[in-house]
């Protein structure tokens, strides 16, 4: 059995839903687990009650030294102190083998086992960012980046995750632009036994390297050069007030927006009426403001011609999702 783990709140309710759908589809046999960083969303996967989606309170993390680093950093910056935690959490609390730590704007598009084949006996994953050369922001955000990070609940996993959380125990919103918590894995391979840098590229597509590939289907499978799409990262995704989605400010193609994006959208569409399904009122997401006075106007509509001029427009019509 796959033991998974990931953290939203309530704004990434509708992408860490996509995600479980996703390993729904794709995994025969699997637990997510949710940490939960907010009541809103606990209460509402807790109301949805499936025994393979396990919602955690970011609550149990509690402690004074967790609670310290909690009074310092930023929402957001806590969500990120909070993947080390979640990981040795479900280890020691379910004496769990091993587990994996998802990003929650993910999507699967097959079984991950290639990737869990190619870690073999070995304690750690690690996935690159395998940046374009004009995305390339390894200075800052580092070589590897945190969405698909096998532990073993074994001395080398447990090396690695003290390590990490560490790490992760620097961000403080004094330093806003920093990020130790993700730099830090780039020492994981030399510090540490056990670690194995995952090669398959259809597992760790992104926004930030998918220009380099060439993206086809064939039958049911999307393909990322000669290699089957696993799954996707759609990082910096977001929606319009007026229900419009933002794909990101990355170039790309007509082919990766038709077989990657479009399927993402449509479950998003599925995860939001499940979840009005479940509690009407709920109305949260992340979204973007659409510009009211004409100045707004007027530079948002400067602003998306350069990016039209650029290639990197990726607004998206609803309307499109049943074309």
Known sequence: MYQFCTLFDKNYLYQGLSLYRSLESHCKDFHLYVLCMDTLSFDLIKKINRSNLIPISVEELRSPEVDAVRARTT?????????????????????????????????????????????????????????????????ISGKYCVQFNAFRNNAEGQAVLDFWKSECFKYSKDFPLTYPGQTCLDEWPSRFPGVKELTHIGGGAAPWNIQQYSVTKKDSKIFVNNSELIFFHYHSMAKYEDGRYELGRYRLSRETIEFIYKPYLVEMEAAEKWVKTTQPDFNYCRTLSVPKNPIEKMRRWASDHKRKWKGNYNVYSRDRLTD
């Open 75 to 139: 929402h957001g910056q806590f969500c990120w102190v909070s993947q080390p935690l979640i990981c040795q959490y479900l280890l020691k609390k379910f004496d769990l083998e091993i587990i994996t730590y998802l990003e929650a704007d993910s999507l699967f598009f097959a079984d991950p086992k290639p990737l869990f084949d190619e870690l073999g006996a070995q304690s750690v994953s690690l996935v690159p960012h395998r940046y374009t050369p004009e995305y390339d922001q390894t200075e």
